[in-house]
Nanobody, 115 residues
Framework: QVQLVESGGGLVQAGGSLRLSCAAS????????MGWYRQAPGKQRDLVAY???????NYADSVKGRFTISRDNAKNTVYLQMNSLKPEDTAVYYC?????????WGQGTQVTVSS
């Protein structure tokens, strides 16, 4: 079955950096477009960025120039490098396929940015 395991979150001050990882299994990772999503308290889950199997990337306007998504198909892993973090980036971050996320979501990883 599908498994998505996110890691790398934590508490960081504004302006700091974090690198998130997501290990996927149960899917043919190399052919899937992978995305990072986030959900802040009381808000809906939104797409942050996605990356195609060939490395084409796209970002939400709110993170352009600060976040970088990448993938390692040999390791079935997708990454999110987050720089210049802002308090409004505070959320639980998830990975999943895009544009049609699988029904299964991992536990996510909490990112908290203090001002």
């Amino acid at each position: 079955q599908v498994q998505l395991v996110e890691s790398g979150g934590g508490l960081v001050q504004a302006g700091g950096s974090l690198r998130l990882s997501c290990a996927a299994s149960g899917i043919i990772f190399s052919i899937n477009v992978m995305g990072w999503y986030r959900q802040a308290p009381g808000k809906q889950r939104d797409l942050v960025a996605y990356i195609t199997r060939d490395g084409y990337t796209n970002y939400a306007d709110s993170v352009k120039g600060r976040f970088t998504i990448s993938r390692d198909n040999a390791k079935n892993t997708v990454y999110l490098q987050m720089n210049s973090l802002k308090p409004e980036d505070t959320a639980v971050y998830y990975c999943n396929t895009w544009p049609s996320p699988r029904a299964y979501w991992g536990q996510g990883t909490q990112v908290t940015v203090s001002s």
